[in-house]
T-cell receptor, first 112, second 113 residues
Framework: DGGITQSPKYLFRKEGQNVTLSCEQN?????MYWYRQDPGQGLRLIYY???????QKGDIAEGYSVSREKKESFPLTVTSAQKNPTAFYLC???????????FGQGTRLTVV | GQQVMQIPQYQHVQEGEDFTTYCNSS?????IQWYKQRPGGHPVFLIQ?????EVKKQKRLTFQFGEAKKNSSLHITATQTTDVGTYFC?????????????FGAGTRLAVHP
């Protein structure tokens, strides 16, 4: 079954701890993205990657880090430097330029 | 940086009424994509428009891409309760926006039976 998988669906962490969100795709897509969505808000781009071992900052990269060591995987680390990390995080992938993006189910992160 | 704005932010309609959402980009887009997110769900791709002035239809949904490739609209005829959700436009900016998919803030549609 092809698709994009995010895990876990819900995540709770204490303030000051780093946390890594998983994103895996078996669609053979080159491009992958991370977005943040706050209640009633749109999608804001955190990081994106066009190919393996390459990634660029989006509009709100501060306090986040990513890696792209494999084509299938694009994990996002929310560091303690992120001032307001509680949000819904969405990972997406696409074949390449100008093609539709496929989204994972999202991870709802709550920091207490 | 590039901004994509959508209006209205929120719209209430009675079932059977029409609905339109508008998308405006501060920069030219190579293409415009539309997505729908149901409450509690994730965005799902609806359509992509590429050519200047392009119009596409999907049943009761009509999508337009502006002549300058900086604006777009989605029109739903005779809304149904299944149309409830948030509609987002998105696009990679020109120049140099290769694979940088920027989303608008979305328009949340509520349909009352």
């Amino acid at each position: 079954d092809g698709g994009i998988t995010q895990s876990p669906k819900y995540l709770f962490r204490k303030e000051g701890q780093n946390v890594t969100l998983s994103c895996e795709q078996n669609l053979n897509h080159d491009a992958m993205y991370w977005y943040r969505q706050d209640p009633g808000q749109g999608l804001r781009l955190i990081y994106y990657s066009q190919i393996v071992n390459d990634f660029q900052k989006g509009d709100i990269a501060e306090g986040y880090s990513v890696s792209r060591e494999k084509k299938e995987s694009f994990p996002l680390t929310v560091t303690s430097a992120q001032k307001n990390p509680t949000a819904f995080y969405l990972c997406a992938s696409s074949m390449g330029p100008n093609t539709e993006a496929f989204f994972g189910q999202g991870t709802r992160l709550t920091v207490v | 940086g590039q901004q994509v704005m959508q209006i209205p932010q929120y719209q209430h309609v009675q079932e059977g009424e029409d609905f339109t959402t508008y998308c405006n980009s501060s920069t030219t887009l190579s293409n415009i994509q539309w997505y729908k997110q149901r409450p509690g769900g994730h965005p799902v791709f609806l359509i992509q428009l590429v050519k200047s002035g392009e119009v596409k239809k999907q049943k009761r949904l009509t999508f337009q891409f502006g002549e300058a490739k900086k604006n777009s609209s989605l029109h739903i005829t005779a809304t149904q309760t299944t149309d409830v959700g948030t509609y987002f436009c998105a696009g990679p900016p020109l120049p140099g926006g290769y694979n940088k998919l920027i989303f608008g803030a979305g328009t949340r549609l509520a349909v009352h039976p």
